[in-house]
């Protein structure tokens, strides 16, 4: 598999993951999704997830299991948002490594066909969903409204990158 392809989402959302929709994964035939967590699902060194992500997460749980896993090493905060949002996690994945991937969907009882990786990062989020064949949804970041005006250089450099790759970023469906 090419450069591109490995860093090319199926989607790309163009909004942050609340605006993900059950239609959306039935359409796609998505039947178990995994979240990262930092600027995912909350900002950035926050512990506590807003109601509309608690919202969210119980709307979506009604069509997909769903488990958190993230590279942040914290159990102790990413176990608090886990249990918030009372799903199962795995901190200290080392993406874009697969095996943690691998092993939610085990758990999930899901071949990787049938799992989404949903992230805001494209080295590690979509690259680790699409070395193993998941389907990949790009998001935007969730951030701190108080310092939303700031810059994300990594992420600015992966995208970056990723367009002199020949990956298209556009926020639609985008073919495998």
């Given amino acids: 598999m090419s450069k591109k392809l490995l860093l090319q989402p199926d989607l790309i959302l163009g909004d942050t993951v609340i605006n993900l929709t059950p239609d959306i994964l039935e359409r796609h035939y998505i039947k178990g999704l995994i979240l990262d967590v930092d600027e995912t699902l909350v900002p950035l060194k926050q512990t506590e997830v807003s109601l509309d992500l608690k919202q969210w997460a119980e709307t979506m749980k009604q069509v997909a299991s769903i488990w958190l ?20 996690f795995i901190a200290g994945a080392k993406k874009p490594s697969r095996r943690k991937l691998q092993q939610a969907a085990t758990a ?15 080295f590690t989020d979509v690259l680790a969903g699409n070395r193993l064949g998941m389907f990949t949804i790009l998001v935007e970041p969730m951030v701190d409204p108080a310092i939303s005006a700031r810059s994300y250089p990594i992420r600015d450099f992966e995208v970056w990158v990723s367009k002199k790759l020949g990956v298209s970023l556009n926020s639609d469906v985008l073919p495998h």
């Fill in 69 to 88: 896993v993230s590279n942040n090493l914290s159990q102790n905060r990413i176990g608090r948002i886990a249990q918030s949002l009372n799903l199962p």
């Fill in 108 to 122: 999930m009882n899901l071949t990787v066909g049938e799992v989404a990786m949903v992230g805001d990062r494209i």
